[in-house]
């Protein structure tokens, strides 16, 4: 695999993130199963979340532009969530992240189509890390 000068390796980092793809999966098709609207865990936003900042930083870094939580907001937009929808999954996101509770409900059809985003910016980033 050639390299561009100055690019890290995220090998490991792209094999984490398809287990936590495999386990986003797991909790999605429970939550369906179960008939639910929305997820009784956040634990599947927050890994998404986590990934998809992840992989903005990466395409950050092989563009060699800055990131900004702006720039991540308004990245997460452009996969058709409107500002309520992304404010409702960061809210989740740092909630998580601090070990606090939320009153932020995600639906599964969201949390589906986050799960979409990540995949599609995984292979994004995973072409630009080459």
């Known amino acids: 695999m050639k390299k561009e000068k100055g690019m890290p390796d995220f090998k490991v980092f792209f094999d984490e993130t398809l287990g936590a793809f495999k386990s986003t999966q797991s909790l999605l098709e429970a939550d369906k199963k179960r008939g639910k609207k ?3 865990s956040n634990a599947s936003v927050y890994s998404l979340i986590l990934r998809l900042r992840t992989l903005f930083l990466i395409q950050c870094f092989a563009k060699e532009t800055e990131f900004s939580n702006k720039k991540f907001f308004e990245f997460l ?3 058709g969530f409107k500002d309520k929808t992304v404010d409702s999954f ?3 996101y740092r909630a998580e992240k601090d070990n606090k509770k939320t009153t932020a409900k995600i639906s599964i059809g969201d949390i589906e189509k986050l799960f979409e985003a990540a ?3 995984f292979a994004k980033a995973e072409r630009l890390a080459e």
Request: glycine share 0%; net charge negative.
């Open 77 to 79: 937009k452009k996969h």
């Open 119 to 121: 995949k599609e910016e």
């Open 38 to 40: 929305y997820s009784d």
């Open 90 to 92: 960061l809210e989740v």
